[in-house]
C-alpha cells in the first residue's frame, strides 16, 4: 500500500505548490484537509506552512537561498556604490570647481536628500505594486542620472544631478527590502538583513574606492561611468530573477498608513536611532578627508581612500549582527553597537594614522551592530504596512544624514576635527538610551513567551 502512494508522491507536491501559486489557501480542500496533512506530513516531509514561505522568484521555480542572497548582494552593492562616488574626492573637487569643503560636500548630501525626499512615495508604491517594475525604472534612471554626472562640467548641475540620482534609490532599495519581507519567515528575517546591510557597506566601500583610485591615473569621472554602467548591468540581472506575476498581499482593508506608524512610540524609538546613528555615521566619513589631508597628517587622495578599507569590517559583520540581535535581542546590540561606535570615534583625536585606521574599523563595526539591530526590529514590530514602514526608516535614516553632514559641517569650520567627535557623541546616546529602552521591551516579552510556555496550553 505505501509503495503506491509513494508514486503519488510527485503529483501530491506539484499539486500542493499549484494551488499555494494559484491563490488557493495553505490547505487543500475543507473535505481532503486531514487527509492531505496527514500525506504531507508524513510522506512529503515538508510542512505546510514551510512550503507555503519558500520563496518563488519565477514561473515554475524556487529560488535557492544562496542564490537569492547572492543576487541581491549585487543589485545592494552597485546601487549603494553611486551613493558616495564624490566623498574620497571631496578635496580635489573643491580645489576643480573653486568651492569650499561645504559646498563640495553637496555632491554627498544631496544624494541623501533626494533619497530622503522619494522613500515614501516609493514606500506606498512598493505596498501596491510589484518590485520588477520599479526596480527596473528606477536602476535604469539613476544609472542615466550617473552618466550625466560624469559629462557635466558646472558644479550646480553636478548636485542637481546627485539630487536626481538620489531620487531614484528608494526605487531599488526600499521595494527590495520589502520583497524580501515578503518572501522570507520572521526567523531568517534579521540574517537577511544583515546580508542586505553588508551589501550596503561592500557598495559603499567599492564606490569610494573606485573615486579614490581612479583619480590620480584618470579622472573622478570616470568612476561614475563605471559606476553607472554597473548598476545598469546589476538592473537588467534583476529583471530576468524577479517575479514578473508577484503577487501583493492582502490587507484585508487593515494596511497601517504613515500616521498610524508614526503614532507609534516604539517604532518612533526605531526611527530615531537610524536617523542619529546614520547622521553620525556620515559625519565621520564626510569631514575625515579634510581632516586627513590637513595638518599633522597631510596624506594624498590614495591613502586617504585606503582607510576606507575599514569598511571591510562592515561585510563581516553585518550577518552577525543579525544573529547578536537573535542571541541577545535587538535593543541589546544597538545599545553595545552605540557605546562601540562611541568609543572608536575618541581614538580619532589621538594623532596617529594607526589609531585612526584602528578607530574606523571600531565605528564601521559599532554602526553597523546598531543599523541591522534597528531593521530587524522594524520588521519584526511590523504586521501590515511594511513599505511604508521602512520607507519611514529610510526618511529619518536618511534625514538624520543629511542633518548631521549640515551640522557637522558647522562643527568642522568653529571647532576643526574636535568639534565634529562631540558632535558624533552627542548623536550616540539616542542609539544607546534607545537601545536600553528596546531591550528592557525584550526581556519583558521573552519573560512573557517563557511563562505561557510553562503553564502550558489552556484546555
Request: glycine letters at 12%; aromatic letters at 10%; a positive charge.
Amino acid at each position: 500500500m505505501f509503495n503506491g502512494i509513494r508514486g503519488y508522491r510527485p503529483f501530491l507536491r506539484a499539486w500542493y505548490h499549484w494551488d499555494i501559486r494559484s491563490g488557493g489557501s495553505e490547505y487543500p480542500p475543507e473535505k481532503e484537509r486531514s487527509h492531505g496533512q496527514r500525506l504531507q506530513s508524513h510522506l512529503l516531509q515538508v510542512p505546510l506552512v514551510a512550503a507555503a514561505k519558500i520563496p518563488v522568484l519565477s514561473a515554475g521555480r524556487e529560488e535557492g537561498s544562496a542564490s537569492l542572497q547572492a543576487r541581491v548582494f549585487l543589485l545592494v552593492a552597485a546601487t549603494f556604490s553611486t551613493i558616495y562616488l564624490t566623498q574620497p574626492v571631496l578635496p580635489v573637487l573643491r580645489e576643480e570647481f573653486g568651492v569650499d569643503p561645504a559646498k563640495a560636500s553637496l555632491t554627498v548630501s544631496a544624494v541623501i536628500f533626494g533619497i530622503a525626499l522619494a522613500t515614501l512615495p516609493f514606500g506606498r508604491l512598493a505596498d501596491r505594486l510589484p518590485a520588477r517594475p520599479i526596480i527596473l525604472a528606477g536602476g535604469t534612471l539613476a544609472s542615466l542620472c550617473g552618466f550625466f554626472c560624469a559629462a557635466t562640467t558646472s558644479f550646480p548641475l553636478l548636485v542637481a544631478g546627485r539630487f536626481l540620482q538620489g531620487v531614484f534609490v528608494p526605487s531599488l532599495t526600499t521595494c527590495l527590502v520589502v520583497f524580501l519581507v515578503r518572501r522570507l519567515p520572521p526567523e531568517r528575517l534579521n540574517v537577511a538583513m544583515g546580508a542586505y546591510v553588508s551589501a550596503t557597506v561592500a557598495g559603499g566601500l567599492g564606490g569610494r574606492l573606485l573615486a579614490g583610485f581612479i583619480h590620480p591615473p584618470l579622472h573622478w569621472r570616470y568612476a561614475f561611468v563605471t559606476a553607472s554602467a554597473l548598476l545598469l548591468l546589476a538592473t537588467i540581472d534583476a529583471g530576468r530573477w524577479l517575479p514578473r506575476d508577484e503577487r501583493i498581499p492582502d490587507a484585508g482593508g487593515k494596511e497601517a498608513g504613515f500616521a498610524a506608524l508614526l503614532s507609534r512610540h516604539d517604532l518612533l524609538r526605531i526611527f530615531s536611532v537610524g536617523a542619529a546613528s546614520f547622521g553620525a555615521f556620515s559625519s565621520v566619513f564626510n569631514y575625515l578627508p579634510f581632516h586627513l589631508a590637513g595638518p599633522p597628517f597631510r596624506l594624498p587622495t590614495h591613502l586617504i581612500t585606503m582607510l576606507y578599507l575599514s569598511y571591510l569590517v562592515g561585510v563581516a559583520i553585518g550577518p552577525f549582527a543579525g544573529r547578536l540581535g537573535n542571541r541577545l535581542g535587538n535593543g541589546a546590540a544597538m545599545a553595545s553597537g552605540g557605546a562601540v561606535f562611541g568609543a572608536s570615534i575618541l581614538l580619532t583625536l589621538l594623532p596617529s594614522v594607526l589609531a585612526v585606521a584602528a578607530s574606523l574599523a571600531g565605528v564601521c563595526a559599532g554602526f553597523f551592530i546598531v543599523h541591522t539591530a534597528a531593521v530587524g526590529a522594524l520588521n519584526r514590530k511590523l504586521a501590515t504596512g511594511r513599505g511604508r514602514g521602512n520607507s519611514l526608516y529610510v526618511l529619518f535614516y536618511y534625514l538624520g544624514g543629511t542633518a548631521g553632514i549640515t551640522a557637522s559641517g558647522l562643527a568642522y569650520d568653529r571647532a576643526g576635527w574636535r568639534g565634529v567627535v562631540a558632535l558624533v557623541v552627542i548623536l550616540l546616546l539616542i542609539p544607546v538610551a534607545a537601545g536600553i529602552v528596546e531591550a528592557r521591551v525584550d526581556r519583558g516579552e521573552r519573560c512573557r513567551t517563557s511563562t505561557s510556555e510553562k503553564r502550558g496550553p489552556t484546555v
